[in-house]
């Protein structure tokens, strides 16, 4: 799918008010913001909530970005921000949570529990990149425009990460993981 018009115009038009420029910024931006989110929080729901802050707040500070090309990895920061304030306004919830879980379900053994378990583990900046690529389906070449990194650093976090995954799921009893 490509995009009709380059993300500094629709910047610059949302800045003069265009609010059809800033709801394709959202459209374009929402599914990785929300995945930016989930690799912070590990819950799909309160990522979309810190998500949805994000924009709200990049709708205010949009006149104050100062470089219209780098929209995406300023709104990546606005969104990390927002989510580790999710965080910690549901921290009590989500202890109680846990609790709940523990006594209700077995212990983690099932493939599902055993891959969160392990993402935790990794780096937050190698699980924003495994988020991106494999939960949100993003290019390379997207992932850089969000993060505002390369795509050389993107593969080099990739591969790190996978390593990193698949020694942990190694130590959990899984036998055929591939890095």
């Given at each position: 799918m490509t995009q009709?018009?380059?993300?500094?115009?629709?910047?610059?038009?949302?800045?003069?008010?265009?609010?059809?420029?800033?709801?394709e910024l959202c459209r374009r931006y929402y599914g990785a913001m929300v995945a930016v989110a989930d690799a912070i929080l590990g819950?799909?729901?309160l990522a979309e909530d810190a998500a949805q802050q994000a924009f709200a707040k990049a709708a205010v500070k949009l006149p104050n970005l100062k470089e219209a090309e780098k929209f995406g990895s300023w709104?990546?920061?606005?969104?990390?921000?927002?989510?580790?304030?999710?965080?910690?306004?549901?921290?009590?919830?989500?202890?109680?949570q846990e609790l709940t879980r523990e006594a209700t379900h077995p212990a983690p053994g099932e493939d599902g529990e055993a891959v969160r378990a392990a993402l935790k583990q990794l780096e937050p900046d190698a699980r924003e990149v495994i988020y991106l690529r494999f939960y949100d389906g993003l290019s390379y070449e997207r992932i850089s425009e969000v993060l505002g990194i390369s795509e050389q650093a993107i593969n080099g976090r990739l591969r790190r990460a996978k390593r990193k995954l698949a020694g942990l799921l190694r130590r959990e009893g899984f036998d055929e993981v591939v890095a």
């Open positions: 009709s018009k380059p993300d500094n115009v629709l910047v610059e038009r949302a800045i003069a008010g265009d609010g059809d420029s800033f709801t819950d799909r729901h709104l990546a920061a606005i969104c990390r921000n927002a989510a580790r304030d999710v965080g910690r306004a549901n921290a009590a919830f989500r202890g109680r």
